[in-house]
């Protein structure tokens, strides 16, 4: 199960998070603030898995992430997911926000934020239990334009 | 002034949108926090306002800032509101919201129940669908109960948009709210195979991640899901089905044997890198569970680690990663295939990212043996020299002790490069694992009595050189290490060069900055090195000696006694009241040495951490009962427990004086023993005292100190270890060249005997003998210990509530809370009835069928089971009579029967999961078994079908040898169980109708229920053809799957005494339809029955017929033809027979949600006919059971007098009937887009009801 989706920018900032727990909202920025200091540190050509799972619950816990351009978009998931499908899902994610942007970048997350964070939340709450029809889901990201759709799983590995 | 005021209203007027919010937050970036204050203001002004648009627009810019980290809960109310639009763009941000910020302790969550409720019903798939999201953030338990009905009819909306999130959001639901899992199961597990790929996959999902938590609940399932495997092309779906058998296969070990195959094969096939690596993990957890390995096994392994190495050797970090992961689990029971890549993971272990350096430490623990660990290691603390992150370096450090320590120390050769590897890692500075070192330095110690001199020595070093490791106090958890050190000094104290040194370095004022606990420590054992002292010096008969190492004593422990720290204080003052004491003897001339150390006597072994958890309870003990009768007067009150204490006091008592009689030092001895029992790393000192005192106090200490003849020189402050590794090499070298003179030398005890040596190329494992001989002392436990594994499962975890036994069948009361629709409303309209009943009680009814369904599996098995196994079968069949006995033949009451037919629940369905694996192919003969599997997993899940073609050939052989068999047995047992299973089967084809009318029909069941006349017996076996030998009778059903199938299940009762064999069955194909026949055969050939009838018997067969047009009923000939075999002879006999296909068979009762429902009445696609019933003499419940029941109907809704019903034909079809009744007349409005069929529809219905 997804556990937490964060996005924030080279800073720290967030632009975008999503809790599927309920945390308070300094708790909720004490993870973000410590989930960046855990990802800010790696290199741009290490593996994208972080074994700091221990600020949203279990230890079962895995912190899944991608860096594009000036944002982390960061997955926090627990073992029931399978990793590469996960980057996947952040991969997708992020087309998805493209399209509905045309070439989304970290300006578009800040100014339409509403947009994006309803864009996303019909995913995240399919993805609350875990999200796999990728194909489908992002038909349904954004109700006004149906017609968006993501090209099959590009980067499926 | 005035200019204020306009620009004031102006603002209000063009209220900030979120962007404004947003741009301004960014042109304040020197007092955010102020602006946003002032923006908060501005948001509390615009909720006030009437205008929903302005309240939208704040909540939105509230949800925002939400995320940034502003507590916004108290516009919670707000929120509800605007959640309340009735336009959708202010529902969304309403309900993003909630999402965002409502949290099970928001208290106005109540208020929204029926807003949701109103929502998730809406005609606009939109609304529901906001609604389930949002609903998936926040739903509290009560909101669960509430809306779990609701939810679930969403569960079978027309729309998979909807259907979809409704199956994820059930998850939700269940962990809420535990009760609705098992009415909510068998839908979900419907909609595994619902034809919308995204729903199925969302069923996939819940029930992945509930099966994860309480796997064995699950396992029944296991056919299905194996099923979608099989058959699935959705890597997602493979991904989190081939997870879940990962969790299931250790509780079945069966279902690893059948998945290795089709796993191979995906291995071997899939291009998705993801999909592998499940594969690969799967597989990996198949073979954990499989404890032998089998030969064939040993292939899949090397596939694994092969396939793992390729990953490894990947230049994409994140596969790296993975694939060490993974091989990090096969590690754990195939060492041996892993060692072999060592190089590969050492090279990882210089790799510049963390978490693959991480990995591959993980992946060294199980890779060492007695050879390698040395190198390990070594290479080990090269990095540790290297790592200049604190959390990797104390990484490191565990991991060291880790794989030094794994298994009991089984791979450490030299104990002594173990101590000195120890001692350097106390030159880590900034280490958080001080303590870890000190429990390894102290159960080396205690354990391996070899080691103690040598240990010793060293601690004494380190305590000398105490002050190089308590540099800065503060942030320094190495410090720890001084309290193993002091300890193993003092307690091992005979072995010390020294003593007199040692002392004097725990008695220096530093020690007053240690911490509290080591500085206790410091003290006892400095009284014990006392101890020591004193029985070297009174040897020596030099009293002054003695005495000035008493002043020593008494000169340096009044700085302890101010200690802060209580523990501390009271050790020193004890101890320093003794040593005056004793200096006053010493005066004397008393010699005291003898009675000082016998202070400190006593053998202690090591205590298991888990020894006293596992004391057994003695028998009769009964803590809870009272010892003595509970004090009625105050009197005994004084007296009892006064007794009580007064006979343990003597254990209290501190040794403050020496004039102690041998009786009361027995007793303090046995105290001191129970008191340090709790300390696992005691051990008695051994009495064997013939140190010998050399220097002086005062002398510099040494720093070389001669030990043992392999022991080299040490200097404190610079690594030593590697001597080691040099040393071992040689006395290994050593040691070959001996064994190669002698080559018949005995083998030691403790080596197992492994018959071959190998002269040349590297040693095995078994030629390393250890330096020295090492006696590990074992942890004691207590006698009787019970053998433990608790599972310490968190008492939180909302998963354990979900621990449901999911085969069992529902009870009534089992029913999800069903709304009353409006309170002004009848309190039972009807209309609801029919609405709500849908749900919740058609449940029962499927649970039944899936009896009966494993009941026949059952049966099958049975028939399958040798002779010798039949006895303990009988006793399962007598169960069954048992629950038959009390039950007519024809059972009277469905409902009634529903529930005794699934009594034996659980049973079955593990038999039935037996019956499915135990078609695993042997992995030997592998291809085509699997094939045969595959084909066979569908059978106990498709309720018709394939049977015909799957029903594998073995069970017809198998069946004669029974009845083979048990006619040798007697015959009066044997005609028991021929009764017990005539009765069992007429049960069995009574009901199997239920089985195969799946869906809603279920409906009519729940109406039963609830009115007090019960429905007549109803069956829609209908005789096919008899004669004095057979008879035959037939349902007929469409086939769900496939839309020009239809599955005619014939049961054929053998009436005579006679044995009946060689059954065929054989049709006259028309146009129109044909039977299916297996490949190969003519078109009039006749199939073969695939059973044989013993006397009074009776089997069911099904068979397959492909239809084209279904709109017309047709009837087709056919023939049985078989052999009646008596003792004496055998006769060629037939029976002929017509198989009636109607219109009704060729529906399948589906069911229909009323707004669906509406829309395709709306929609005019739908042609009208009618029909009336006159003189229909039975309740109007009794009419819709008898339509629903016969002629695949389901009840779409039903207000008083009047139903609307709905079924589809195999080919799509819709067909909605309007129900009404009054006066004995039945008028019946039919709509359906093809009238031909709905003519003859019908014609049947009307046929029914006129033959009652």
């Known amino acids: ?157 | 002034m005035a200019l204020k005021i306009v620009k004031g209203s102006i603002d209000r007027m063009f209220d900030k949108n979120l962007q404004d919010l947003v741009r301004g937050i960014r042109n304040h970036k020197e007092d955010e926090a102020k602006y946003i204050s002032t923006c908060i203001d501005e948001i509390k002004q615009e909720l006030k306002q009437d205008n929903i648009a302005v309240k939208a627009n704040a909540v939105c810019k509230l949800t925002y800032l939400q995320m940034l980290g502003y507590d916004v809960s108290w516009a919670a109310f707000n929120i509800v509101e605007v959640m309340s639009s009735s336009k959708f763009t202010y529902k969304r941000i309403g309900y993003l919201a909630a999402s965002q910020c409502f949290h099970e302790s928001t208290d106005v969550i109540m208020l929204t129940t029926n807003q949701i409720r109103k929502d998730l019903s809406s005609p606009n798939q939109y609304d529901t669908g906001v609604a389930l999201t949002g609903l998936s953030c926040f739903v509290t338990p009560d909101l669960a109960r509430d809306l779990a009905n609701d939810i679930m009819t969403l569960m079978s909306h027309t729309k998979p948009y909807i259907r979809k999130k409704a199956v994820l959001i059930m998850y939700k639901v269940f962990l809420k709210y535990p009760e609705s899992l098992r009415p909510a199961f068998p839908r979900l597990k419907e909609k595994l195979e619902d034809p919308d790929p995204g729903v199925q996959s969302a069923a996939v999902n819940v029930i992945c991640e509930l099966a994860r938590r309480n796997p064995k609940n699950y396992l029944s399932l296991a056919p299905l899901f194996f099923k979608l495997m099989t058959s699935s092309t959705n890597n997602w779906v493979l991904i989190k089905i081939i997870k879940l058998f990962g969790a299931l296969t250790p509780l079945e070990p069966r279902l690893g044997k059948k998945l290795i195959e089709p796993l191979t094969n995906l291995i071997h096939s899939t291009s998705a890198m993801s999909l592998l690596y499940e594969c690969v993990n799967t597989v990996i957890a198949v073979l954990i569970s499989l404890s032998s390995g089998m030969p064939n096994h040993s292939a899949s392994i090397q596939l694994c680690v092969q396939k793992l190495r390729i990953l490894i050797e990947d230049s994409d970090q994140n596969l790296k990663y993975l694939g060490l992961l993974a091989m990090s689990k096969i590690l754990k029971t195939h060492p041996k295939s892993v060692q072999s890549h060592k190089d590969l993971i050492l090279q990882c272990l210089d790799d510049k990212d963390e978490s693959i350096r991480l990995r591959a430490l993980d992946l060294l623990y199980g890779m060492v043996s007695k050879k390698n660990l040395m190198e390990i290691v070594k290479k080990l603390m090269l990095h540790v020299d290297k790592a200049e992150g604190t959390t990797y370096r104390d990484e490191l450090l565990t991991k060291i002790i880790d794989i030094c320590s794994q298994s009991n120390y089984q791979y450490i050769t030299n104990f002594e490069w173990y101590i000195s590897i120890l001692v350097e890692l106390t030159r880590l500075e900034g280490t958080r694992h001080g303590h870890l070192i000190a429990s390894q330095m102290l159960d080396v110690a205690i354990r391996v009595k070899a080691i103690r001199a040598f240990a010793v020595a060293q601690m004494a070093t380190l305590l000398d050189n105490a002050h190089l490791l308590t540099g800065n106090t503060q942030r320094n958890g190495i410090c720890e290490v001084l309290y193993a050190a002091a300890w193993i000094c003092g307690e091992f104290s005979e072995h010390l060069e020294n003593p007199m040194q040692t002392l004097e370095a725990m008695l220096r004022p530093k020690v007053a900055t240690l911490p509290g606990h080591i500085q206790a420590v410091y003290v006892q054992n400095a009284a014990k090195l006392f101890a020591t002292v004193l029985r070297s010096q009174e040897g020596n008969t030099e009293g002054t000696a003695a005495q000035e190492t008493s002043q020593l004593m008494i000169d340096r422990l009044p700085l302890f006694v101010q200690s802060a720290n209580l523990e501390v204080q009271e050790r020193a003052s004890c101890i320093l009241q003794l040593v005056k004491y004793i200096q006053k003897l010493q005066q004397k001339d008393v010699e005291v040495a003898e009675e000082v150390n016998a202070l400190f006597a006593g053998e202690l072994n090591p205590v298991a951490p888990k020894a006293q958890k596992k004391v057994p309870v003695p028998e009769g003990l009964d803590l809870d009962a009272w010892i003595n009768e509970p004090p009625s007067e105050s009197e005994s009150e004084d007296e009892k427990p006064k007794a009580i204490f007064a006979k343990e006091e003597p254990k209290h008592s501190r040794p403050r004086h020496t004039e102690v009689d041998e009786k009361e030092l027995a007793r303090r001895r046995e105290a001191r023993k129970q008191e340090q029992a709790n300390n696992p790393f005691y051990i008695k000192a051994s009495p064997s005292s013939q140190k010998v005192y050399q220097d002086a106090p005062g002398v510099e200490h040494i720093p070389v100190v001669q030990i043992d003849l392999s022991v080299p020189l040490k200097v404190p402050g610079l690594p030593m270890s590697d001597q080691y590794v040099k040393l071992e090499e040689e006395r290994r070298q050593k040691e070959r060249a001996e064994k190669k003179k002698k080559e018949k030398k005995k083998r030691k005890e403790k080596r197992s005997g492994r018959g071959k040596k190998h002269d040349s190329g590297p040693e095995s494992e078994e030629d390393i003998t250890p330096a020295h001989m090492v006696d590990i002392v074992t942890e004691e436990m207590p006698e009787n210990a019970l053998p433990s594994d608790d599972d310490d499962k968190d008492p939180n975890d909302p998963h354990k509530a979900l621990d449901i036994d999911l085969d069992k069948p529902l009870a009534d009361s089992e029913k999800l809370p069903v709304r009353s629709h409006r309170p002004t409303e009848a309190p039972k309209s009807p209309a609801e009835d029919g609405d709500t009943e849908s749900a919740a009680p058609q449940e029962p009814k499927k649970k039944s069928s899936k009896e009966k369904k494993e009941k026949k599996k059952d049966k099958e098995k049975d028939r399958k089971k040798s002779k010798e196994e039949k006895k303990k079968k009988k006793h399962k069949h007598e169960e069954g009579e048992d629950l038959l006995g009390g039950q007519p033949d024809e059972p009277a009451v469905q409902s009634e029967e529903t529930n005794e037919v699934a009594a034996p629940p659980t049973s079955t369905s593990v038999s039935d999961l037996d019956f499915w694996l135990s078609n695993a192919p042997v992995p030997s003969n592998s291809q085509e078994a699997a094939t045969v599997a595959a084909a066979a997993a569908p059978v106990p899940q498709e309720a018709s079908g394939t049977a015909p073609d799957s029903e594998p050939d073995e069970p017809k052989d198998t069946e004669t040898e029974e009845t083979k068999s048990s006619k040798h047995k007697k015959k009066k047992q044997k005609k028991e169980k021929e009764e017990k299973e005539k009765k069992k089967k007429k049960k069995h084809h009574h009901h199997h109708h239920h089985s195969d009318g799946g869906g809603d029909e279920s409906v009519q069941n729940g109406t039963v229920e609830e009115e007090e006349e019960p429905l007549p017996p109803m069956s829609n076996y209908c005789l096919l053809a008899e004669n004095s030998y057979i008879k035959m009778v037939c349902d007929i059903q469409g086939n769900l799957q496939d839309g020009s199938q239809v599955v005619v299940s014939v049961i054929f009762e053998n009436k005579c005494d006679s044995f009946l064999k060689s059954m065929e069955f054989n049709v006259l194909d028309s146009l129109n339809s044909k039977l299916q026949r297996p490949e190969g055969a003519g078109p009039h050939d006749g199939l073969t029955v695939p059973f044989q009838l013993p006397p009074g018997v009776s089997n069911e067969a099904r068979f397959v017929f492909t239809v084209q047009s279904i709109v017309m009923p047709q009837k087709l000939k056919g023939t049985l033809t078989f052999i009646v075999k008596n003792e004496d002879s055998s006769t060629h006999e037939k029976l002929d027979f017509k198989l009636h296909f109607t219109c009704t068979s060729y529906l399948i009762t589906t069911p229909c949600y009323s707004d669906a429902f509406a829309k395709l009445l709306e929609s005019g696609d739908l042609k009208c006919s009618s029909v009336r019933l006159e003189g229909v003499n039975m309740p109007f419940h009794h009419l819709l059971a008898r339509i629903c029941f016969h002629h695949h109907f389901s009840v779409v809704e039903r207000i008083d007098s009047c139903a609307s019903m709905y079924s589809r034909s195999i080919q799509g079809h819709h067909v909605c009937l309007l129900v009404k009744t009054a006066d004995q007349t039945v008028s019946i409005d039919a709509k359906c887009d093809e009238p031909s069929l709905l003519g003859n529809v019908l014609d049947e219905i009307k046929q029914t009801f006129s033959q009652c």
């Open chain 1, 1 to 157: 199960m997804i556990k937490a989706i964060l996005i924030f920018n080279n800073h720290g900032k967030p632009r975008l998070s999503k809790f599927y727990e309920h945390y308070s909202e300094d708790t909720e920025q004490q993870i973000i603030r410590e989930t960046f200091h855990l990802v800010s540190k790696r290199d741009e050509n290490v593996c994208n898995f972080l074994e700091g799972g221990m600020l949203i619950g279990g230890s079962d816990n895995k912190l899944i992430y991608r860096h594009y351009a000036t944002l982390y978009f960061v997955f926090c998931v627990d073992s029931s997911e399978s990793e590469l499908g996960i980057l996947d899902l952040i991969q997708v994610f992020v087309e998805t926000l493209d399209k509905c942007f045309e070439n989304v970048c970290e300006l578009d997350l800040i100014f339409h934020v509403d947009k994006a964070g309803i864009a996303g939340a019909p995913a995240r709450a399919v993805s609350a239990v875990k999200n796999m029809n990728l194909p489908e889901m992002p038909r349904n990201i954004n109700i006004g334009d149906i017609s968006i759709k993501v090209p099959n799983l590009p980067s499926f590995k």
